[in-house]
C-alpha cells in the first residue's frame, strides 16, 4: 500500500515563502513521477508542478513560473515544492500525487496521470 504524507503548510504573508514535503511510502514502490495540485475553496483542482525520476524534467503551470520550485530526493521518495514569492491567490489546500508510469508525450499536468494521492496541506497566503 503507498501513502504520501505532505508537510510544510501554513499561514504566511504575501511575498513569503513556504517549503513543501511529500514523503511516499510502500514497499518496493518507486515512483516515476512526482506532482503537486492545488485546490482553493470553490474551484476546480490545478496543476502546479511536477518532476520526473530519470533526468529530474519539470514541469509548471504557467501562474507559479518563475515563483516555485519542484525537486525531489529519489533516495527518500520525497518531493518538494519551494514557494516564493507568494500571493493571496496562491492559498490552496496543496495535495502531492505520484504514478510508477511513464507517459509519453505528457507533461503529467491532469489528476488521470497519477494513480496515487495526499491528503493535502493547507497553505494560506495573507495580503
Known amino acids: 500500500q503507498v501513502q504520501l504524507v505532505e508537510s510544510g503548510g501554513g499561514l504566511v504573508q504575501a511575498g513569503g515563502s513556504l517549503r513543501l514535503s511529500c514523503a511516499a511510502s510502500g514497499r518496493t514502490f518507486s515512483p516515476y513521477i512526482m506532482g503537486w495540485f492545488r485546490q482553493a475553496p470553490g474551484k476546480e483542482r490545478e496543476f502546479v508542478a511536477a518532476?520526473?525520476?530519470?533526468?529530474?524534467?519539470?514541469y509548471y503551470a504557467d501562474s507559479v513560473k518563475g515563483r516555485f520550485t519542484v525537486s525531489r530526493d529519489n533516495a527518500k521518495n520525497t518531493v518538494y515544492l519551494q514557494m516564493n514569492s507568494l500571493k493571496p491567490e496562491d492559498t490552496a489546500i496543496y495535495s502531492c500525487?505520484?504514478?510508477?508510469?511513464?507517459?509519453?508525450?505528457?507533461?503529467?499536468?491532469?489528476?488521470?496521470?497519477?494513480?496515487?494521492w495526499g491528503q493535502g496541506t493547507q497553505v494560506t497566503v495573507s495580503s
Open positions: 518532476i520526473a525520476k530519470w533526468g529530474g524534467g519539470t
Open positions: 500525487a505520484t504514478s510508477r508510469v511513464y507517459r509519453s508525450g505528457s507533461y503529467y499536468d491532469g489528476p488521470d496521470d497519477y494513480e496515487y
